[in-house]
């Protein structure tokens, strides 16, 4: 439930403190970014805080990962970053979080309005006195912005922060440096909260009761925006009231606990287990719920054969039925009122998965046949696992995991490099579990200076880095897997959390199986983080990427 601040105090705050507390009242208790004359006041307002920490990253890039992976957490998070050289830093990351739907309060600071409107030549622009140049492509990596002055501050941070809601995206807020340190101008305004249209939550609970009815066979998708906004609970007793199985994409890995008896297993197209691919491609009727995204990662190079005029898709703020949208329908609402219908028969009932076998011997190399069924024994209740976009996640997230296990991986942007800041904003977001970081050395060495960061601020996560003589996922996307531009510096990874300052973590670089299985049980016995690196063959690749790496005129066309 979102506060405001006192209105007998408002006209004493000044705007940086008002942004900052504003977020605060959202559940943020982290400000990721990095400082800039610019951003000054914002920086010393977090730093002022009480409420919200400062979290100093090595990069604008990496403290937007960092903010993505805590907004997923969390539900929603802050960046502050400076003008143009920061913001344009930073903008892939949130643009990540826009296609992926986390929320992520991007705050720029500008130079001042005084600057401005004397068209003043100055640094971190373009040297032309116009100072509006990079607000279009900062708002284009949002869904909604404002340009914030002294005396729209209270109306503008309450519209951005409820689109922001309603869309669950990022949001730009941009303040001039002048600004930011004037007092507030009060408002008299109260937190804007989406909410349903009842006539037409009726009416669309009608028609998809009507479609329950006359279905056969129904089956339940359960997208990822379930996660993102916190509604696995409540997706979790629709389903059970409906009945019917479920199935999930490599986008949606454990929203559920895959132990659950209606887990009809993950769908990937033509790569699926035959009956999953039966379940859902036969279904008279398939409940989307969250709005699937069926990509050509999710669907193995477009494998799949799914009828789309089947599907009804409740989305974060609408119905669609066939050709019908129903709009100002949330979610969680339409949830709500699926649990409350009785099903038509027993609850469909799967046969339990269980976790791979471990297999090999101690003086075995590693390979993946035999890496994956490790991390899967591994993990356990209570873990956030992040997975960087390549063969990671196209490797585990097959692979059975623990009920209680979350999974977090950029399936959509696949953006290499994000899990390692990533999931140093999922460990600060909730130290209570585990997180466990699973990357390649390619995608590790965008963004590994942030291990200094978990060392510093003490997010304890485990980091497993597959060392494979370069990049995979670029090797198996091609034909020809040899060109010189898939080669990589030879890092020594295991030294790397020493050089960074991390303090007592547990580090090891291990060859074969006995090696790994040693130093798996040393880092789960630690308390300080822990850093393993993997080494593996050059073209040993997971059997879904190697699926991929046949397909790539269906995923990327014929050559003319």
Known sequence: ?????PKKDRSAVK?????VERLAAEGIDHCFGVAGDYAFPICDAVDSSTKVKWIGCANELNASYAADGYARIRGAAMLATTYGVGELSAINGVMGAKAERSL???????????????????HHTLGDGVYGNFVELSAGAACCHAVINPENCVVEMERVIAEAHRNNQPAYIAVPSDYAQSPVVPADVKPIVPGSNQAALQKAMSIIAERIKKAKSIVAFVAFPISRLGLQKEAKKAIEALGCPFVTTLMEKCVIGEGHPQFAGMYVGAVSEPKTRQIIEGADLVLDLGGVNLNDITTAAYSGRLDLSRFVTVGLDDVRIGDKVIANVRLEDILSELAKLKPSSAPYKGKPQKLAPVNGKASDKITMAALYPRYAAFLRAGDTVVLETGSSSLGVTPTILPDGVRVEAQVLWGSIGWATPAAFGIALADPSRRTILITGEGSHQLTANDIGAMGRFGANVIVFVLNNNGYLIERALEENPDW???????WNYAELPKALGCENWYTARVTTLGELDEAMKAARAGKTGAYIEIIGGKMDMPPALAFAHGQLKAMYGDTP
């Open 1 to 5: 439930m979102t506060k405001k601040l």
């Open 15 to 19: 705007v940086a403190d008002y942004i």
């Open 484 to 490: 010189t531009y898939n080669d990589l510096a030879p």
């Open 104 to 122: 992520v309060f991007h705050v720029v600071g500008m130079p001042s309005y005084q600057n401005q409107r004397l068209h003043k030549i100055a």
